[in-house]
């Protein structure tokens, strides 16, 4: 079964300091992979996708995440936090059958950051 | 202009009663769906309708009915409500049945006393 894992529940950076956030996933085919930003409040903010080719992908405010098959992995990054990036972070893939698709979240990481 | 709208942002109301949550998208989309996003903020869908069909329905209690009366809206009905209920409910939408970016809405938080 499609699954997502964000092994990292809460993590605090600095203001300035670099982040990674970790996902890996586990789906039978090639993945769809997502990284969604909820902020306090708020609904769902796409930052970036992977469907294929280049396995890095850029996304909005910053952010990259790096596709590794031969980890299952797909960790987002941002070389620099900013304070309004305190957030919930998701990371999902795209489950499809044969009806539809629908997104397969991990249950999130909560981004902290201090001055 | 909003992309996703959800109405009401909040709802508060007692065990038993019957609720419904709209959901309306402006974004010419196909498919819409239904997320449940409970205490722990676990995100996990619930239904999906691409032109009005009915095409994903994940194992939810029948006390929870969707329709969708045209492409642009998905309704969440919910009958005899319960404790467990309490969550917030994403609407979202895409295009096609494929491998798209799914739009969200701002969520509505339902809590059930």
């Known amino acids: 079964a499609q699954s997502v894992t964000q092994p990292d529940i809460h993590i605090t950076v600095s203001e300035g300091a670099s982040l990674e956030l970790r996902c890996n996933y586990s789906y039978g085919a090639t993945p769809y992979l997502f990284w969604y930003v909820q902020s306090p409040g708020q609904g769902l903010q796409l930052l970036l996708k992977y469907f294929s080719g280049d396995t890095l992908v850029q996304g909005i405010k910053g952010f990259e995440a790096e596709f590794k098959r031969s980890q299952s992995s797909f960790n987002l990054r941002k070389p620099s936090v900013h304070w309004s990036d305190a957030a919930e972070y998701f990371c999902a893939v795209g489950a499809i059958n044969q009806a539809g698709t629908a997104l397969i979240f991990g249950k999130g990481t909560t981004l902290s950051v201090s001055s | 202009d909003t992309a996703v709208s959800q109405t009401p942002k909040y709802l508060v109301t007692q065990m038993g009663n019957d609720k419904s949550i709209k959901c309306e998208q402006n974004l010419g989309h196909d498919t819409m769906y239904w997320y449940k996003q409970d205490s722990k903020k676990f995100l996990k869908i619930m239904f999906s309708?691409?032109?009005?069909?009915?095409?994903i329905n994940e194992t939810v209690p029948n006390r929870f009915s969707p329709k969708s009366p045209d492409k642009a809206h998905l309704n969440l009905h919910i009958n005899s409500l319960e404790l467990g209920d309490s969550a917030v409910y994403f609407c979202?939408?895409?295009?096609?049945?494929?491998?798209?970016?799914?739009?969200f809405g701002p969520g509505t938080r339902l809590t059930v006393l």
């Open positions: 309708y691409n032109n009005k069909e009915l095409i």
């Open positions: 979202a939408s895409t295009r096609g049945r494929s491998y798209n970016e799914q739009f």
